[in-house]
């Protein structure tokens, strides 16, 4: 049984360019939530996505939007790069009704 | 506004002393707590975590942690510490009943000395 799996796992981008990360969660969870972990910081919460809407944001502009498709698997998509969007990407599922969340390895984004 | 603190950002231990990690949270009402840890370039595993009932709770790799209401703490601890726990660990809370976000401690280091 696969877990949470993310791609790319490393990706390198300049500013003011846009970026799409994708999140396949692990088999029958519904619920995807993403996070920015900035270096030598905890993750911070991006939003999360359930039957396709977004269903609650953390204080991110909205350069940061996402999607989940009907598979659940979802994508993160930042626009007009800046360089402190550089960051690892985590991508955590879970089942609506259990509070445990699997997390992904994550996309490692590097803006130059 | 929900936070964790985690006071110590980096902790050196040597293989087979006893850890402590520390993690103090503030919290409208008693939260879900959670403890995870992360290699390097890797993601989060999920170490252990308290619901309710017995406030020592047990976890992955022989880690523990011990929730203490009067003093919103949920420290986590080893009694033996190996080479291979060397890695970076978060504290995190979540509303009590609600599937949302994270809250995340900015985490502690742990180095393992031979």
């Known amino acids: 049984d696969a877990g949470v799996t993310q791609s790319p796992t490393h990706l390198i981008k300049t500013r003011g360019q846009q970026v799409t990360l994708r999140c396949s969660p692990k088999s029958g969870h519904d619920t995807v939530s993403w996070y920015q972990q900035a270096l030598g910081q905890g993750p911070q919460f991006i939003f999360q996505y359930y039957e396709e809407e977004e269903r609650q944001r953390g204080n991110f502009p909205d350069r940061f939007s996402g999607h989940q498709f009907p598979n659940y698997s979802s994508e993160l998509n930042v626009n007009a790069l800046l360089l402190g969007d550089s960051a690892l990407y985590l991508c955590a599922s879970s089942s609506l009704l259990n509070e445990k969340l699997f997390f992904g390895s994550g996309t490692q984004l590097s803006v130059l | 506004a929900q936070s964790v603190t985690q006071p110590d950002i980096h902790i050196t231990v040597s293989e087979g002393a006893s850890l402590e990690l520390r993690c103090n949270y503030s919290y409208g009402a008693t939260p879900y707590l959670f403890w995870y840890v992360q290699s390097p370039g890797q993601g989060l595993q999920l170490l252990l975590k308290?619901?309710?009932?017995?406030?020592l709770v047990q976890g992955i790799k022989g880690f523990e942690a011990e929730f203490k209401r009067s003093q919103s703490s949920f420290n986590l601890r080893k009694p033996s510490v190996h080479w291979s726990d060397a890695a970076e660990y978060f504290c995190?809370?979540?509303?009590?009943?609600?599937?949302?976000?994270?809250?995340f401690g900015k985490g502690t280091k742990l180095t393992v000395n031979p």
């Open positions: 308290y619901f309710s009932g017995d406030t």
């Open positions: 995190a809370v979540v509303r009590r009943g609600g599937s949302e976000k994270l809250v």
